[in-house]
């Protein structure tokens, strides 16, 4: 039994390195993505290049109660990231009619994605031994260049982490237009 256990932690171990291997890191171009979002539009990374910067946000399944609390604080507090010029998605692989009905229920008012195909988890290496999405928020330069990779979200303080890190990369503020002498 003993020899078991240590073959297994073994070959864990051995996984973990070839995973490793694969996975993006900080100045990595970000992989191109083009997704459904619960709002009927498709997204796509590349139509942001030059324009904005790109948050987004993995979560492993609509309906579970750290993704509830994850997406509440990004309505509750959403405010505080489009103070920047960033545009920002939550994105799971969950089937589109999941996640519309998951909006709904939280009342979101930001674009979610659906990659029920797996392939852009699967890009971003956030597809995990559930072959659900690991909670992990990449932010992504105007250049297409990823920014930072953020593995330890706190679902309460999702909203305001995102905003603080949008400020620590120095993301320029969003520019505000005047219309009939009013700003917008």
């Not at 590349?46 to 492993?60: G, I, R, T």
């Not at 920047?84 to 909006?103: G, I, Q, T, W």
Request: charged fraction near 25%.
């Amino acid at each position: 039994m003993r020899s078991y256990n240590l073959y297994f932690f073994l070959v864990i171990y051995l996984l973990s390195f070839v995973a490793s291997a694969t996975d993006l890191k900080v100045g990595d171009l970000a992989p191109n993505f083009k997704l459904q979002a619960t709002n009927g539009d498709y997204y796509q990374l590349s139509d942001y290049k030059n324009k904005q910067v790109v948050v987004l946000a993995w979560y492993p399944m609509a309906n579970t109660r750290g993704c509830t609390i994850e997406c509440r604080s990004l309505v509750k507090h959403g405010n505080l990231i489009r103070k920047y010029n960033a545009s920002y998605f939550m994105a799971s692989v969950d089937p589109l009619d999941k996640n519309r009905e998951f909006a709904k229920k939280t009342g979101a008012d930001f674009p979610m994605l659906s990659d029920p195909s797996k392939q852009t988890a699967k890009d971003y290496n956030v597809l995990n031994f559930f072959k659900v999405a690991s909670r992990t928020t990449f932010y992504i330069s105007k250049q297409g260049r990823i920014l930072k990779i953020d593995k330890d979200i706190n679902p309460e303080t999702a909203a305001q982490d995102i905003a603080k890190t949008l400020q620590t990369l120095n993301i320029e503020p969003k520019k505000h237009r005047r219309t009939n002498g009013k700003t917008e």
